[in-house]
């Protein structure tokens, strides 16, 4: 009997120890960061199926989400195929932006690059992926004129 009591009464003070170490004003809230913040629409920058030597051309929206201007300090592709050129001018908070990227069409087959952003908010670069395909143009085999279908006479 003793033994069942003693556990009664030590899990009774540990219950009332925890229940201490909470106060009901110590509200646990996500962190504000100070500083720019770089928010993209989308980490990925898709061709789709293309043909041969179309537009090269696409564009990456991002957003300053942040309290601070931002300023993209480099970009880079991972090879000379896929070109990234970025704004200079800082990006104020609330403010909408757009990465250009020109990808070499004249190459043919699968698209899978990446696109490394540097920016003045620490940490980490952000990594767009280039991806797609790049198919040979079809050739319009021009028409034969109707003198040489029809006999021509």
């Not at 960061?33 to 179309?54: A, H, R, W």
């Not at 087959?109 to 280039?130: A, Q």
């Amino acid at each position: 009997m003793k033994n069942i009591t003693l556990l009664f009464l030590l899990m009774f003070s540990f219950s009332i120890a925890s229940i201490a170490q909470t106060t009901p004003d110590e509200v646990v809230t996500e962190e504000t960061v100070d500083g720019p913040i770089m928010t993209f629409e989308s980490l990925k920058c898709d061709y789709g199926e293309i043909e041969q030597n179309s537009e090269r051309d696409r564009y990456v929206k991002f957003t300053n989400t942040g309290t601070e201007p931002l300023v993209i300090t480099n970009a880079r592709g991972s090879c000379g195929c896929t070109v990234p050129i970025w704004p200079k001018e800082p990006i104020m908070p609330g403010e909408e932006s757009e990465i250009k990227i020109s990808y070499a069409t004249n190459r043919l087959g699968k698209i899978n690059k990446t696109v490394t952003i540097t920016t003045n908010e620490g940490g980490k670069p952000h990594v767009i992926k280039v991806i797609g395909n790049v198919s040979k143009k079809e050739e319009a085999v021009p028409e034969a004129p109707q003198s040489v279908i029809g006999g021509g006479n």
